[in-house]
């Protein structure tokens, strides 16, 4: 054998000792060449990468060849997952293959959730793809809107602080400071006035006692009159007051028309001018004999006559004599 036999085969040796540690170390066996290929495409692979382990059911069947961006015009920006399995575990082509995270450490692997109604799948098909939210991404999701709706609260609270302090200059806060102290002096004098009035309250006990026992009994005998009056005959009485109104409306009539002693003395005003001049008469017959007594009882020897009735003496009060 010669020296550049020996140099060629050696070289092949290496070469192929290269590729096999090459796919080695992306987990491809070179002497069980998989036997199967499938397609899914994602818009989003969540950190998948080329050699992730495919499994069924929880039992590593096969691993994730390549990731490329799909071709095709219609579907620009989308990724191609070329998986590979090892197994000839069979599954329809409605099957999908899910993305889901490896653990909490990291790292993506691919699960196919087989389904087994319609034509089964052969290798070369395309298989639905989904992505599983793991703990991180799932509680990222929910935090995000309200770390949006925080960002939100704090640009509106530093909006109200900065126009707070523009508002509130320094003769407004020294103004807003004497406005507190002055509630804590209200407060604290509002704590002495209860204070007080609890004082009060207690030195007074035994007589408002009293107070409220007095005003329980006028309220049972307030009670006690309401229910006398309830058992009292107030209908009779409404009708005899009724009746006697009645009576009475009727005698102011007559007197208003004139009818009885008590109407003709209002009615008539003769009898009215009659008496008037007979009161006015009798007073001056009193005055007179007030005045003037031996006009109407005289005794005299010898013959003396009283002096007539002067009408100006007697309308002056004046005596005859």
């Known amino acids: 054998m010669s020296k550049e036999l020996k140099t060629g085969i050696i070289a092949l040796l290496i070469i192929a000792l290269g590729v ?7 987990r491809q066996d070179l002497f069980s060449p998989n036997s199967r290929y499938f397609f899914v495409e994602y818009k989003n692979i969540n950190g998948l990468s080329e050699a992730s382990v495919v499994t069924i059911n929880g039992l ?12 095709e015009p219609g579907k620009r920006g989308t990724l191609l997952v070329k998986l590979s399995l090892e197994d000839d575990f069979e599954f329809s082509k409605k099957s999908v293959a899910k993305i889901y995270s490896a653990g909490l450490m990291g790292g993506q692997n691919l699960a196919i959730i087989p389904n087994y109604e319609g034509e089964m799948a052969v290798s070369g098909d395309y298989l639905q793809g989904e992505i599983e939210s793991d703990l991180f991404s799932s509680v990222g999701e929910k935090l995000n809107p309200i770390q949006a709706k925080l960002e939100n609260v704090l640009v509106e609270a530093d909006s109200l602080l900065i126009g707070l302090n523009e508002v509130l200059d320094k003769k407004a806060r020294q103004s807003l400071n004497r406005s507190v102290l002055g509630i804590e002096s209200t407060i604290a004098s509002l704590n002495k006035t209860m204070a ?23 309220t049972e005998d307030f009670s006690k009159v309401s229910s006398d009056l309830a058992k009292a005959d107030l209908g009779a009485t409404v009708k005899k007051l009724e ?14 028309s004139g009818k009885g002693t008590v109407g003709k003395l209002m009615s008539d005003d003769k009898l009215y001018t009659n008496l008037t001049n007979a009161t006015k ?3 001056e017959l009193l005055r007179e004999m007030k005045l003037n007594p031996k006009r109407f009882v005289h005794f005299s020897l010898f013959g003396k006559k009283p002096k007539p009735y002067n009408e100006d003496n007697n309308n002056k009060n004046v005596s005859n004599q």
Do not use: C
């Open 281 to 283: 008469e009798m007073e």
């Open 20 to 26: 096999w540690g090459y796919n080695f170390m992306k």
């Open 60 to 71: 590593q069947v096969g691993k994730v060849d390549a990731i490329n961006f799909n071709a």
């Open 243 to 256: 009746s006697t109104l009645s009576n009475v409306n009727i005698l102011i009539k007559g007197i208003e």
């Open 196 to 218: 007080t009035f609890n004082n009060v309250l207690e030195e007074n006990k035994s007589k408002i006692g009293v107070t409220l026992d007095n005003t329980k009994k006028i």
